[in-house]
């Protein structure tokens, strides 16, 4: 199968060589990375990638508590060709997710995703983002919260396959097949294995085949071939490939990424207080393209050691 089969043979994107592109690939969240400034600034090789959509980085739901106007505000589109912005959220309470569905629904967002995949210790003590996969019961009642608010075909969950083992996904099918979801991605790791070691392609194909619902694959994709993690063939209920560490390597990989470097800078600087955050989300791009970029590579070094903005803009 190339990229074509996956993507409904439509042709391939411009921008970043070899992208394969369209109905059916989907920006990953990041969180930290995938973020408004981010997705400004890279405005135009995300219209190249020509994604369908993209999933925004988690928004906590918690009793009692407000989503302040700053999280809400990484939820802006970057203008009229912007790829649809899907907000997910991260909870484990039923009420307070419905409570931020109604907001999001009030500012425009005809669809909302669900954590079910953030494998992180912290989160997963709450109970929230794998912790469900732990806890079906309550993934059972966020799901029937999330679509009874949102509508059907308008919630959607992101998740891996597995907390442990890689069948605890294929147990927990009876449940998500109750809903009419507008997909499931499915992280093709467990939670125990975080970002690392190989993606189960036997686990996911039996997710897939086990379905009713649409089923978008996550997990190591390249955009020098989005098959390169070699999903087997004829899967019917796949209906897209996302995408995240590997766009955001590819984008290091590109001509002109130190005038883009300099831009998303000056985003940040005048989103955010002081040297400190920026140099943060700097590093943290910085540490994908060092593994991309011969250039970014041989900088690396000298990036982490930065303390300042100017320090690192003169390298
Ligand atoms: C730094 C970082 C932040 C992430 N933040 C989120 C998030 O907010 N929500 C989410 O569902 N997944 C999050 N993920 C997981 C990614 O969306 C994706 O599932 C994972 O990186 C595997 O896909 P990839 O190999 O294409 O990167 C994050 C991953 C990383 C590395």
Redesign the pocket.
Known sequence: MDAGEVNGGRPRGKGIPGVPVAAGLWL???????IRAFRETFAPEILSADFCGM????IPANPGIRVGDRLLADLQPFGRHSPSLVP?V?TRHPDAMRELLKGLKDRGFARV?L?A??PFPMVVRRGR?SGLLRTPDMLDRLLEAGCDEMGAGCFSL?TRLGFERPDELLGLMPILNRYPLAAV?V?A?TARQM?EGACDMRAFAAVCAASANPVIY????RLDGVNGVGIPNGLKALKGV???????RALGAMEGSTVRLHEYVARSQAELRGDRPVLGRMK?LLSYWAESSPHWHSLWPAVKICRTVDELLSL
């Open positions: 990953a969240p990041l969180r930290g990375v995938t999933v925004a980085p988690f997910q991260i995703d954590n995949g953030c983002g992101k991605t992280h790791r970002y996550n997990g190591d994709v996302m995408v995240g560490r590997g766009f955001i943290e």
